[in-house]
Nanobody, 123 residues
């Protein structure tokens, strides 16, 4: 059984920073990508950032470019999201995902998801 466990969420004032972590454990397949998604109240879950292990290419939603940085360790199936200059609009439950296909992951069609961690940004 594969588990993805996120940590690092919390309450922060606008302009502040948080760092999310996610570790996959269990009988994991050879993930080629990991990423972060978020879901705000009343909205659909959306892509935030992704990383392809081959080449360490990173991708970001326009709304977080220049403020968020994704990084990770392929060998440890661990991914991080450094979030700076946080805004109230960043308030959401943040989910970690992993997949053997980057395309399937960003289409949210994969099977491997964390339970989510709440990030709340106060104004």
């Amino acid at each position: 059984q594969v588990q993805l466990v996120e940590s690092g969420g919390g309450l922060v004032q606008a302009g502040g920073s948080l760092r999310l972590s996610c570790a996959a454990s269990g009988r994991t397949p050879s993930f080629t990508a990991m990423g972060w998604f978020r879901q705000a109240p009343g909205k659909e879950r959306e892509f935030v950032a992704g990383i392809k292990w081959s080449g360490a290419n990173t991708y970001y939603a326009d709304s977080v470019k220049g403020r968020f940085t994704i990084s990770g360790d392929n060998a440890k199936n661990t991914v991080y999201l450094q979030m700076n200059s946080l805004k109230p609009d960043d308030t959401a439950v943040y989910y970690c995902a992993a997949d053997v296909s980057y395309l399937r992951m960003i289409k949210q069609e994969g099977d491997y998801w964390g339970q989510g961690t709440q990030v709340t940004v106060s104004s």
